[in-house]
């Protein structure tokens, strides 16, 4: 789950590696006598860039990956707006990101969830999105509430079935969950009036 440098004060280094059995590892400590790579990811537990965004008023992103968003809404039976509140949360659009975690691409896939979905490449939007959205219908159907299966999405399924199917009492999560909705009602509404300006179009169109 991350951001790019721009929107927070603190990166972390972390060290990318694949073992001898093809299994990657991701540290913050440089491996000894491996071949590695460097990856600067966001820190999503830092309170430094929790409170650098305001999640009410930064730009929202309408240009980038729509027909990828909607073909997936489409196919999970989700509503675009909400995958579109995700992925910027997640990544802020940017097919490439990488958490500290291990996440990866624009919904911040975990490798278990690339498997159980058949992402085979995490930057690969298209690929991507419809994992994401596949686990997100998942979640919903389990949890059918809002605020618990987007914690789940955050924390995952052990955590919220530890915490009585309710929102761990994560800040992370808790911060997640909040900006994930401010999001997905911000999209909403841009959707609404776009769908508004649409009928209002078209019924001039059709009174001349």
Known sequence: MTLSPETFSKNMRVYK????????????????GK???????RCPECSEWRNSVNWNTTPLITDKFNLEIDSAAKKHG?????????????????PTAVSS???QGLMQLMPLTQKTYDVSN??????NIHGGAAYLKHLKGVYSNIDVYLAAYNSGETAVEKYGRSIPPFPETKEYVRRVKIL???YQRIAQTSA???????????AH
């Open 122 to 127: 995490p930057y690969d939007p298209l690929q």
């Open 78 to 94: 989700l509503e675009s707006s909400l995958l579109k509140a995700v992925i910027h949360a997640e990544s802020a659009f940017k």
């Open 101 to 103: 975690a291990g996440a």
């Open 35 to 41: 071949s590695y790579n460097i990856l600067t990811v």
């Open 184 to 186: 997905y009602n911000r």
């Open 196 to 206: 508004s300006n649409s009928s209002l179009s078209s019924y001039g169109n059709s």
């Open 17 to 32: 590696h694949v073992d001898k059995n093809g299994i990657i590892h991701y540290s913050s400590k440089k491996p000894v």
